[in-house]
């Protein structure tokens, strides 16, 4: 049966959720706040492909190393445990999803909520090829894999100590001296802190914007999916069939599709369930590769520095470097403080050159 179908969100998982379903005949309207496809989430993140790092967060040593960073403005994970008095609501989120981080952490669930995790990243990233691949998507795809490194002894001893569980689970995770890392990436040969790594070759990167972007166009022009760019919804009124209030109109629908991110969240009432979604902020900076000796000297391979949790990719003559978590409710500022830890990483590690 034929259904009119809504996909709130053009993000990543909004324009795949919309593929399927024109794939499958229905006729689906696509609703984005934004003038395009991908500006949110999806905008400027670390372009890591990572299967290999599905584990979750739900680990007491999470915990403990999330408290001991609570007052250093360039730690990897900023968190501020105080509510805000004039955002109630973002108070009411942060603690609720708190008490549950904290529930699954202490009944134990990370090992299969990881399982689960990487299963899903498994088939996740074999549909973006498949799909990159039959919709002729060009969108700086680079399947060279991941190195993680460590510059901590008991760090890199953690890593190669799960070598049998995430291969069971259908990952590759090599285990690498730093003449190995040295010589999969010689980029990396003038950070000398190096001890060792894990190279998870399977892995990939790719400008998801780009994919974001492209599928969009290939979705408006081959599928006839309807695209309402710069239309936010203010409402979901429940009816016979569901009715979506826009800033611009009023549409009804046979179905629903929430793909909104930490957005969701506020929709819970309409739901009447809450989907225990929190923001996480991150930053990044995006380098770009003018001459000859910037291009051979940035690394081709991404990079995962796992201490300091900051990723590097290469995107085509660009070369990005994210990181920097904040747990900071639905703020979008961006703050120098954060800034800086890359550009310093960056210069210390020797991966772009003048």
């Known amino acids: 049966m034929k259904k009119n179908v809504a996909v709130i969100g053009a993000g990543v998982l909004g324009v795949n959720t919309a593929y399927f379903l024109a794939k499958k005949n229905q006729n689906v309207t696509v609703f984005d706040t934004h003038k395009y496809a991908g500006m949110e989430t999806s905008y400027s993140n670390g372009a890591q492909i990572s299967v290999c790092n599905s584990e979750t967060w739900t680990q007491w040593d999470n915990v403990k190393k999330g408290?001991?960073?609570?007052f250093k403005d360039d730690a990897p994970l900023l968190f501020n445990p105080m509510?805000?008095?004039f955002r109630p609501y973002d108070t009411y989120s942060k603690y609720m999803w708190m008490i549950n981080f904290f529930i699954t952490t202490a009944l134990g669930k990370y090992k299969k909520n990881s399982e689960n995790a990487f299963a899903i990243s498994l088939k996740s990233r074999d549909l973006y090829f498949k799909i990159a691949?039959?919709?002729?998507?060009?969108?700086?795809?680079?399947?060279?894999?991941?190195?993680?490194f460590y510059n901590s002894k008991r760090?890199?001893?953690?890593?190669?100590?799960?070598?049998?569980?995430i291969e069971a689970m259908g990952c590759e995770w090599e285990i690498v001296d730093r003449d190995q890392i040295f010589e999969i990436e010689p980029a990396l040969k003038n950070n000398h802190k190096i001890i060792g790594g894990v190279y998870t070759k399977s892995d990939a990167t790719g400008d998801i914007h780009k994919y974001c972007f492209e599928l969009a166009k290939v979705l408006e022009k081959k599928y006839g999916v309807d695209f309402k760019f710069s239309e936010t919804i203010k409402d979901i009124k429940k009816s016979n069939k569901p009715i979506l209030q826009t800033n611009k109109n009023e549409y009804e629908f046979d179905d629903i599709i929430l793909c909104?991110?930490?957005?969701?969240?506020?929709?819970?009432?309409?739901?009447?369930?809450?989907?225990?979604?929190?923001?996480?902020?991150?930053?990044?900076?995006?380098?770009?590769?003018?001459?000859d000796k910037s291009r051979e000297s940035a690394p081709f391979v991404s990079l995962l520095d796992d201490p300091s949790k900051l990723v590097a990719s290469r995107l085509g003559n660009r070369l990005r470097v994210a990181g920097t978590a904040e747990l900071a409710g639905y703020n979008k500022d961006i703050r120098s403080n954060r800034i800086k830890p890359l550009l310093k990483w960056i210069i210390f590690s020797y991966i772009c050159l003048k």
């Open 67 to 70: 408290i001991q960073w609570i």
């Open 83 to 85: 509510p805000n008095l």
């Open 133 to 148: 691949d039959e919709e002729g998507i060009e969108f700086d795809l680079m399947k060279k894999g991941i190195i993680h």
């Open 155 to 165: 760090e890199f001893e953690i890593a190669a100590s799960k070598k049998d569980w």
């Open 260 to 291: 909104t991110g930490v957005e969701t969240e506020r929709f819970r009432r309409k739901f009447g369930d809450s989907f225990r979604i929190y923001p996480v902020k991150g930053y990044s900076v995006t380098v770009d590769l003018e001459d």
